[in-house]
Antibody, heavy 123, light 108 residues
Framework: EVKLVESGGVVVQPGGSLRLSCEAS????????MHWVRQVPGRGLEWVSL????????YYGDSVKGRFTISRDNSKNSLYLQMNSLQPEDTALYYC????????????????WGQGTLVTVSS | EIVLTQSPGTLSLSLGERATLSCRAS???????LAWYQQKPGQAPSLLIY???TRATGIPDRFSGSGSGTDFTLTITRLEPEDFAVYYC?????????FGGGTKVEIK
């Protein structure tokens, strides 16, 4: 059974930092592109970032570029999101997701989603 | 950035009716790099369609995707109780990947 379990979501003050983790199981983690997607409760989906199979190629949404860093450890079947300079508008449920592609890394749709971890940025 | 506009925002239909959801892109979505997702209340999204028209594993054939260029459609031929949810389209032509704002299909 494919599983993605996110953790690390907490309440953090504006300007603070946080690292989210996602533990994968039930599939060969190193064979897949991985994404982070976020959703403000009751609102729509916003793509955050993706990483290639080996972590060597990464892409970011404009709203997080320069502040967030995606990484992975294939030996631990884990995906991470380092979030710096957090702002109230970063408050959201953060989903870890498995990607698929027939071509290049950035042309990836999402085949499976975790249940999310909630990040709240508030003083 | 490719902007996706979904319409209508809310679709009120009865069981057994046909649902037609639209997703319009601000630029050509090459190679039909468009996916559809379903999200039920309190749950994570799940993949329905990729490549504009290919159903994901286990998706019933009452769901179909069509379109090309800038105009795409998700059709649900006969609404079942479990189909009432929010549906999102997503383009994966290039970064930044973008989602539409969603269409909520509710029971009339």
């Amino acid at each position: 059974e494919v599983k993605l379990v996110e953790s690390g979501g907490v309440v953090v003050q504006p300007g603070g930092s946080l690292r989210l983790s996602c533990e994968a199981s039930g599939f060969t983690f190193e064979d897949y592109i991985m994404h982070w997607v976020r959703q403000v409760p009751g609102r729509g989906l916003e793509w955050v970032s993706l990483t290639s199979w080996d972590g060597g190629v990464t892409y970011y949404g404009d709203s997080v570029k320069g502040r967030f860093t995606i990484s992975r450890d294939n030996s631990k079947n884990s995906l991470y999101l380092q979030m710096n300079s957090l702002q109230p508008e970063d408050t959201a449920l953060y989903y870890c997701a498995r990607g698929e592609t027939y071509s290049n890394y950035e042309s990836s749709w999402i085949s499976f989603w975790g249940q999310g971890t909630l990040v709240t940025v508030s003083s | 950035e490719i902007v996706l506009t979904q319409s209508p925002g809310t679709l009120s239909l009865s069981l057994g009716e046909r649902a037609t959801l639209s997703c319009r892109a601000s630029q050509t979505v090459r190679s039909n790099y468009l996916a559809w997702y379903q999200q039920k209340p309190g749950q994570a999204p799940s993949l329905l369609i990729y490549g504009a028209s290919t159903r994901a594993t286990g998706i019933p054939d009452r769901f179909s995707g069509s379109g090309s260029g800038t105009d795409f459609t998700l059709t649900i031929t006969r609404l079942e109780p479990e189909d009432f949810a929010v549906y999102y389209c997503q383009q994966y032509v290039r970064s930044p990947l973008t989602f539409g704002g969603g269409t909520k299909v509710e029971i009339k």
